[in-house]
Each structure stands twice: as structure tokens, then as C-alpha cells.
């Protein structure tokens, strides 16, 4: 039983940090090519390139 619930705990908080880690990971890089995509977008305006 132990063995059992060790393994369930260590799946369990792999899992959730693995997932937490690849969350972010991808938040991030999808805001960040928003956020460069967006502010190009604006400076072309800007600058009356359409």
C-alpha cells in the first residue's frame, strides 16, 4: 500500500509540475509573440506603413 500511494504522489506532483512548468512555458511564448506582433503592428501605423 505504501509503495502504491508513494507512487500515486510522485506521479501526481511530476505531473503537476511538469504541466504547471509547460503552461507557463507556452503562455509565455504565445504572449510574447502576441506582444511583438501587436507592437509591430502599431509602429507601422505609426509610421504609415500599413
Given at each position: 500500500d505504501d509503495g502504491?500511494?508513494?507512487g500515486l504522489?510522485?506521479?501526481?506532483?511530476d505531473g503537476l509540475d511538469?504541466?504547471?512548468?509547460?503552461g507557463l512555458d507556452?503562455?509565455?511564448d504565445d504572449g510574447l509573440d502576441?506582444?511583438?506582433d501587436d507592437g509591430l503592428e502599431v509602429n507601422d501605423?505609426?509610421?504609415g506603413i500599413s
Open positions: 502504491l500511494d508513494d504522489d510522485d506521479g501526481l506532483d511538469d504541466g504547471l512548468d509547460d507556452d503562455g509565455l502576441d506582444g511583438l501605423e505609426n509610421n
